[in-house]
């Protein structure tokens, strides 16, 4: 078992050096990183190191070192991570450490500021005294020891001073040919890249910064080198929340790599589906999972690699930029005949504008809730659910036949759509940059104002500096969603029969409605939007409404619909059968659950009684497709 190089693949063979070490065991390295945890994320115990020195996990400790002291509002149980369970690998690592040599025998990197001179039997504080250019220049100096053993005087400088090296030199000093370990330039990061260490605006203004987005595999290397380092020099944790994101494999679980060939490079995606099409979709992958697969395939017209997951970015950005022009057009239309003036009075809002509002609203603290629990694939998924689904699948197709109109409702939907779109706009605006900027842009030209009552949409000129949505929860409207859903619902079953009977969209179909009497209150404001969105003619409607000879009936608790066309008797047959065998399955169910003392006993009233009136209306419709199934055979 000998080690071999991975890169050069010949035998490693050891070789014994001097090497500098940084004492991370350090009260003030060490255990102040250790108490920047959150206490709930915190183990409780005692952590010994290897040379004996102990650090008890105290919460009342008095001595915390200099750096703590300092400022431990802004260190202590201050570090957070998601998922939960990476806390412990951190704390783990600092309660095991072993002091880190930090030594590197490199060509590249940053060089170790230690200089040294064979010890000349003088003593080191005679020496730091003695030379007038030391007394000068002192606060360039950190420290200056003498290896006794080696004989040798050594001294370390805490920056690069040209005078200081021009002395040191004169009087025989050489700098250490050894670099810096990365981990340790790294660990600088949150500082160095500042200006650290003068005290520049940047500094001030990003360190401590809020979030660090990194990979468990560096959680000991990296993360932990930056609190200990941040801590010391700044009296302060780097960052409060760390972040690790799942790792992406190929579709066979293997790490991606070069040497494999299963990695993906990122500018073919983008070359072959855009860059917001690879963000959106990566995004939509970063799950709290340890691990997500990406099946690697080998485009065969470019001859590089590719994924299949990608295509769900191209879709959606493809659905964004031609929906969202859509939308724009009929905005456009009515601002260049001056009806774009006024949001209107909420009091004419009907109910698709009532129900995509209060779709809004949910999705808005869906999506910030996301967003503040770093859940970043419930934050797409939400805001690809609402664009695609319920803003164009519905909305778009109910207001078709009033939006161009300059009627009260033409001027709500107006108002609601450019509310939404601009919302929505907003908020993937972090995940797809670009197309969102163009069409925002857009939107500015053509619906300067969008603000409505409860939706606050602040104007600005690019997407990328205007404020995120703000959207009232009084907006959230439980009866419109309950309306718009039976509505869904009737237009899902109609669209089925049409289906099964091989009904072309674009054929118009005529409908009668027999609406139960509890009914009459919100089917026949809702029936009209049913007609543009089955394709429907509805000839009548009410309480006594006969069933037409020879149509095809579907039927609901709270409506019956006729539809009046010489239907295939056997395909009609079929799809009563299949409905009276899952409303059976459902009765089973329900009444198995009504019938266990224990639930009855045991769960809330108001669940019972939920369960209860759930099994009323699967018998009333059961009760109903049976005999109109009795009916069909007869």
């Given at each position: 078992s000998?080690?071999?190089?991975?890169?050069?693949?010949?035998?490693?063979?050891?070789?014994?050096s001097?090497q500098?070490?940084?004492k991370v065991?350090?009260?003030?390295?060490a255990?102040?990183?250790?108490?920047?945890?959150?206490?709930?994320?915190?183990?409780?115990?005692?952590?010994?190191w290897?040379?004996?020195?102990a650090?008890t996990?105290?919460?009342?400790?008095?001595?915390r070192?200099?750096?703590s002291r300092?400022d431990a509002?802004?260190s202590?149980?201050a570090l957070?991570?998601?998922?939960?369970?990476?806390?412990?690998?951190?704390?783990?690592?600092?309660?095991?450490?072993?002091?880190?040599?930090?030594?590197r025998?490199?060509?590249?990197?940053?060089?170790?500021p230690?200089?040294?001179?064979?010890?000349?039997?003088?003593?080191?504080?005679?020496?730091?005294?003695?030379?007038p250019?030391?007394?000068?220049?002192?606060?360039?100096?950190?420290?200056?020891?003498?290896?006794?053993?080696a004989?040798?005087?050594?001294i370390?400088?805490?920056?690069d001073?040209?005078k200081?090296?021009a002395?040191?030199?004169?009087?025989?000093?050489?700098?250490?040919p050894d670099?810096?370990?990365?981990?340790?330039?790294?660990?600088?990061?949150?500082?160095?890249t500042?200006?650290?260490?003068?005290?520049?605006?940047?500094?001030?203004?990003?360190?401590?910064?809020?979030?660090?987005?990194?990979?468990?595999?560096i959680?000991?290397?990296?993360?932990s080198?930056m609190?200990?380092f941040?801590?010391?020099f700044?009296?302060?944790?780097?960052?409060?929340?760390?972040?690790?994101h799942a790792m992406?494999?190929?579709?066979?679980?293997?790490?991606?790599?070069?040497?494999?060939?299963?990695g993906?490079?990122?500018l073919d995606i983008?070359?072959?589906?855009?860059?917001?099409?690879?963000r959106f979709t990566?995004?939509?992958?970063?799950?709290?999972?340890?691990?997500v697969?990406?099946?690697?395939e080998?485009?065969e017209?470019?001859?590089?690699?590719?994924s299949?997951?990608?295509?769900?970015?191209r879709?959606?950005?493809?659905?964004?930029?031609?929906?969202?022009?859509?939308?724009?057009?009929h905005l456009?239309?009515?601002?260049?005949?001056g009806?774009?003036?006024?949001?209107?009075?909420?009091?004419?809002?009907g109910?698709?504008?009532?129900?995509?509002?209060?779709?809004?609203?949910?999705?808005?603290?869906?999506v910030?809730?996301?967003l503040?629990?770093?859940?970043f694939?419930?934050?797409?998924q939400?805001l690809?659910?609402?664009?695609?689904r319920?803003?164009?699948d519905?909305y778009?197709?109910?207001?078709?036949?009033?939006?161009?109109?300059?009627t009260?409702?033409?001027?709500?939907?107006?108002?609601?759509?450019?509310?939404?779109?601009d919302s929505?706009?907003r908020?993937?605006?972090p995940?797809m940059p670009?197309?969102?900027?163009?069409?925002?842009?857009e939107?500015n030209?053509?619906?300067?104002?969008?603000?409505i009552p409860?939706?606050?949409?602040s104007?600005?000129?690019?997407?990328i500096?205007?404020?995120?949505?703000k959207v009232?929860?009084c907006?959230i409207?439980?009866?419109?969603?309950d309306m718009?859903a039976?509505?869904?619902?009737?237009?899902?079953?109609?669209?089925d029969?049409?289906?099964s009977?091989?009904?072309?969209?674009?054929?118009?179909?005529?409908?009668?409605?027999?609406?139960?009497p509890?009914?009459?209150?919100?089917?026949p404001r809702?029936?009209?939007?049913?007609?543009p969105?089955?394709?429907?003619?509805?000839r009548?409607?009410?309480?006594?409404?006969?069933r037409?000879?020879h149509?095809a009936?579907?039927?609901?608790p709270w409506i019956?619909?006729?539809?009046h066309r010489?239907?295939?008797?056997a395909?009609?047959?079929d799809?009563?059968?299949k409905r009276v065998?899952?409303?059976?399955?459902?009765?089973?169910?329900?009444?198995?659950?009504?019938?266990?003392?224990?639930?009855?006993?045991k769960a809330?009233?108001?669940?019972?009684?939920q369960?209860?009136d759930q099994?009323?209306?699967?018998e009333r419709?059961?009760?109903?497709?049976?005999?109109?199934?009795?009916?069909?055979?007869?």
């Amino acid at each position: 078992s000998v080690g071999h190089s991975y890169r050069s693949h010949v035998v490693i063979e050891p070789y014994l050096s001097d090497q500098w070490y940084v004492k991370v065991t350090d009260e003030r390295l060490a255990g102040a990183a250790l108490r920047a945890m959150d206490v709930e994320q915190r183990s409780e115990g005692e952590c010994v190191w290897k040379d004996g020195d102990a650090f008890t996990d105290s919460r009342d400790q008095t001595d915390r070192g200099p750096a703590s002291r300092r400022d431990a509002a802004n260190s202590e149980n201050a570090l957070t991570f998601t998922p939960a369970r990476y806390a412990k690998t951190y704390q783990t690592w600092l309660e095991n450490m072993r002091d880190w040599p930090i030594s590197r025998q490199l060509w590249w990197g940053h060089r170790i500021p230690v200089w040294s001179r064979p010890d000349r039997g003088i003593a080191v504080d005679d020496f730091m005294q003695n030379p007038p250019w030391y007394q000068a220049q002192r606060d360039g100096i950190a420290e200056g020891d003498e290896d006794i053993d080696a004989g040798i005087t050594y001294i370390c400088l805490r920056y690069d001073d040209p005078k200081l090296i021009a002395e040191l030199e004169k009087e025989g000093f050489t700098q250490d040919p050894d670099v810096l370990d990365t981990w340790f330039s790294s660990g600088l990061w949150p500082m160095s890249t500042l200006g650290w260490p003068d005290e520049t605006p940047e500094v001030a203004a990003w360190n401590p910064t809020s979030v660090l987005s990194t990979a468990r595999e560096i959680i000991t290397l990296w993360v932990s080198r930056m609190v200990m380092f941040n801590l010391y020099f700044q009296g302060s944790v780097p960052f409060t929340d760390v972040f690790i994101h799942a790792m992406i494999q190929d579709g066979e679980g293997r790490k991606m790599s070069k040497s494999l060939g299963n990695g993906v490079d990122p500018l073919d995606i983008i070359h072959t589906h855009g860059a917001d099409a690879m963000r959106f979709t990566l995004t939509l992958m970063t799950t709290q999972t340890q691990d997500v697969r990406m099946p690697v395939e080998r485009c065969e017209a470019s001859g590089k690699n590719t994924s299949p997951k990608f295509d769900i970015g191209r879709n959606f950005a493809n659905k964004l930029w031609n929906a969202g022009r859509f939308a724009m057009q009929h905005l456009a239309e009515a601002a260049e005949s001056g009806a774009m003036t006024s949001p209107g009075d909420p009091a004419n809002y009907g109910m698709a504008d009532r129900w995509i509002l209060s779709q809004l609203a949910r999705t808005v603290g869906k999506v910030n809730h996301a967003l503040e629990t770093y859940s970043f694939n419930a934050y797409t998924q939400t805001l690809y659910d609402f664009f695609w689904r319920d803003l164009c699948d519905w909305y778009l197709e109910v207001i078709k036949p009033t939006v161009g109109t300059a009627t009260r409702a033409g001027q709500a939907n107006r108002a609601t759509l450019a509310a939404c779109l601009d919302s929505v706009l907003r908020m993937l605006h972090p995940v797809m940059p670009f197309i969102t900027e163009a069409l925002f842009a857009e939107l500015n030209r053509i619906a300067p104002e969008r603000s409505i009552p409860g939706v606050e949409l602040s104007a600005h000129d690019l997407c990328i500096r205007a404020a995120w949505p703000k959207v009232d929860e009084c907006l959230i409207d439980e009866k419109s969603e309950d309306m718009f859903a039976r509505l869904q619902e009737t237009v899902g079953m109609i669209r089925d029969v049409r289906s099964s009977n091989n009904i072309l969209p674009r054929e118009e179909v005529d409908l009668s409605i027999k609406v139960a009497p509890e009914a009459m209150a919100f089917v026949p404001r809702s029936a009209y939007l049913v007609q543009p969105l089955a394709n429907v003619l509805i000839r009548e409607l009410g309480t006594d409404v006969d069933r037409p000879e020879h149509s095809a009936v579907i039927v609901r608790p709270w409506i019956e619909i006729y539809m009046h066309r010489q239907f295939d008797a056997a395909a009609e047959r079929d799809r009563l059968t299949k409905r009276v065998e899952e409303l059976t399955k459902n009765q089973r169910a329900l009444s198995g659950r009504l019938n266990n003392k224990g639930y009855v006993d045991k769960a809330p009233a108001h669940l019972v009684q939920q369960t209860k009136d759930q099994l009323a209306e699967v018998e009333r419709e059961l009760t109903t497709v049976q005999e109109n199934l009795k009916n069909l055979e007869s």
